[in-house]
């Protein structure tokens, strides 16, 4: 492999640093613009054709559904929901989650429905505290009441899980544009209108974040705050908290229910895949190294937190990154500092002015130490998309064609040879093997290009 | 398992208030924040995935050596990815290794790359005595740690943690 050139390419020129934003504006916009299943539903039936009238919300009369990237941005400047940031990639919406700047691990309860198949299963503890059906219902109908008092509402639908086998059709109802910013980054966002057809859930989350639980005592609660999950209702409702990590780990939580029932293992850790399709995870808290170490040259990224273990490999759970922001610069974390741009999403991050810019000041902790930036997964220069898995998992019966593909798109210089050639000898596969309801398109082929080199040498010092 | 189980790892000063030195912690399955079945369940399934596919398993030091904190340093990252590629080169299969007779690892004596020094915590620590008892207060740690898991899950792994 020719490391020479690809550290070469990556190291900006003059004329590159100059157009910064531009370049990396330009590199995400095919997958920026390519997702685009928007929404927006008018009148009295608006929350029925959302799907939302079956869980009790009839208020709203507009419903913002999956909004795209661009309409996303302007939903949050138009309501004032935070600030904008002039980082040096690109422009970044900032916003402020108010009390909590963290996830709130004590306010997290699991509806114990007695001698159900989860009242059997669940680990009953300090890390998944019980309350009663009755709570949730009484939880369950502020959180609804509280929707059906507003005139508009933002419902997403995502998929949790890379593998089409063990994924999980996930809808979250928000308040606020910049919430359904947030798990438009972090979770599977869908291809097209066809994926979305029929869409079923197998959980939905109500988040209403204004409304606290003012009867906490009386329910036997510990404060305002409620993340409270029904497992077998396939509902979750929040209350009182803005922190976006409640959407994301509370998913994951579930993942580790529903994954180990079918055999399959979730695991929290990072992973990436060599040419030979050789994947290595990295277990690990917080702070221990699994983003940093994940980030090879040499492999390609498939995540860098949550991802699940099945017959077909290793595969990542989420469409997006969450990272630290505590003193991040460029010379230590190159790929995070660099995915912050157009569409990355900063939150608890201070703002200074100079001149008549307000930039991002990452060593500010006067907030919270716990700032964070949330990005999709193409802000990443190498990363294994869906349709990259959905392939290894196809050319498993196939693996000497693979291997010569995949060691074939690794090598820079066979890269334009590769484009021609594996489109010729892969598609009439790819639609002989494919089930009907994915349709094979350019971009599936032309994502083997994203196994490539990634910028090297972050340092956590 | 018996490592998967336990999740050593350190809080790292200011992850969380009142933290201001890393701090020796335990976490199941190195996310037990977010695991809804017994840790054992995961362990078991991790155990079933790696016999089926032969999957290697090392640990990698991240944290701190040559002294406790204050006195030694953090693994530079340097030295870190050349431990993790001579694992994914496959080099780590070529070399000679020692063993840690309380932890029972298997240590590498060299690697392509990274300072002989380093691998042995042994050899890397300034003070012999402050670092065999270091090693043993935390072998206890393990030890108390592990205690919850005895006679939980198909396999019993306790005896495949430290030895004193």
Not at chain 1, 85 to 98: I, K, L, M, P, R
Not at chain 1, 284 to 297: I, Q, R
Not at chain 2, 104 to 109: A, L, N, R, S
Not at chain 2, 141 to 146: L, R
Request: with cysteine; hydrophobic share 35%; charged share 25%.
């Amino acid at each position: 492999m020719n490391r020479d050139f690809h550290q070469a390419s990556l190291k900006p020129t003059k004329q590159q640093t100059r157009n910064k934003s531009a370049a990396v504006a330009e590199v995400c916009l095919p997958e920026r613009e390519e997702y685009n299943v928007s929404k927006t539903l008018i009148g009295p039936n608006a929350c029925k054709e959302a799907g939302i009238e079956n869980l009790g919300i009839t208020g709203p009369t507009t419903i913002y559904k999956n909004l795209t990237f661009q309409q996303l941005f302007e939903h949050e400047v138009a309501n004032n929901e935070g600030k904008v940031a002039n980082c040096e990639y690109g422009d970044t919406f900032t916003v402020d989650t108010g009390r909590f700047t963290g996830r709130s691990p004590k306010d997290k309860w699991m509806v114990k429905n007695v001698g159900s198949e989860s009242d059997r299963h669940l680990d009953w503890g300090d890390i998944n505290q019980p309350t009663t059906p009755e709570v949730f219902k009484e939880l369950y109908e502020k959180a609804v009441a509280s929707f059906n008092k507003k005139d508009k509402a933002y419902v997403f639908d995502c998929f949790c899980g890379a593998n089409p086998k063990s994924r999980r059709k996930i809808r979250f109802v928000h308040e606020m544009a910049w919430q359904q910013h947030f798990v438009t980054n972090m979770f599977i966002r869908p291809s097209d209108e066809i994926e979305l057809e029929g869409f079923e859930p197998d959980f939905t989350v109500i988040n209403a974040c204004s409304q606290v639980d003012e009867e906490y005592k009386k329910h036997n609660l510990r404060s305002e705050v409620a993340v409270v999950f029904n497992i077998e209702e396939k509902k979750a409702v929040i209350l009182g908290t803005w922190y976006g990590g409640e959407n994301k780990k509370g998913i994951f939580s579930l993942m580790n229910y529903w994954l180990p029932l079918e055999g399959d293992l979730p695991m929290h850790c990072s992973a990436n895949v060599g040419r030979r399709g050789d994947s290595a995870l990295f277990f690990g808290l917080s702070g221990t190294g699994k983003t940093t170490l994940s980030a090879d040259p040499h492999r390609a990224l498939i995540g860098d937190d949550e991802h699940g273990w099945d017959k077909d490999g290793i595969f990542n759970f989420e469409g997006g990154c969450y990272a630290k922001t505590i003193d991040l610069t460029e010379e230590k974390e190159p790929d995070i500092y660099r995915a912050i741009h157009k569409d990355a999403l900063l939150e608890n991050v201070a703002l200074k002015p100079v001149g008549e810019k307000l930039v991002p000041d990452y060593h500010d902790t006067t907030k919270t130490e716990n700032g964070r930036v949330s990005y999709p997964v193409f802000h990443i220069d190498g990363y294994v998309s869906k349709e990259i898995f959905w392939l290894f998992t196809l050319f498993k019966t196939l693996p000497k064609i693979f291997d010569l593909i995949v060691n074939l798109s690794i090598r820079s210089k066979w890269q334009v040879i590769l484009r021609t050639f594996s489109f010729s000898l892969v598609t009439p596969l790819v639609f002989y093997l494919l089930s009907a309801n994915y349709h094979p398109s350019k971009r599936c082929i032309i994502s083997y290009q994203d196994i490539r080199l990634k910028s090297p040498e972050p340092s956590w010092e | 398992m018996y490592h998967f189980l336990s999740g050593y790892t350190a809080k790292v000063a200011g992850t969380e208030l009142g933290i201001t030195e890393p701090v020796a912690s335990f976490s199941a399955c190195f996310g037990a924040a977010f695991l809804t079945h017994h840790p054992t369940v995961y362990a078991d399934l991790l155990a079933e995935k790696m016999e089926t596919y032969g999957s290697d398993c090392y640990l990698v030091n991240t944290g701190w050596t040559g002294g406790a904190y204050g006195v030694g340093h953090r693994m530079s990252i340097k030295a870190t990815r050349a431990c993790v590629n001579a694992i994914l080169d496959g080099d780590i299969k070529n070399v000679e290794f020692e063993r840690d007779e309380i932890f029972g690892f298997e240590i590498p004596k060299t690697l392509p790359g990274v300072d002989s020094h380093l691998l042995n915590p042994k050899n890397a620590w300034a003070d012999h005595a402050e670092y065999e008892a270091t090693k043993n207060r935390l072998a206890q740690m393990y030890i108390k740690n592990f205690k919850k898991y005895e006679g939980r899950g198909s396999t019993d792994y306790t005896k495949f943690g430290p030895q004193i």
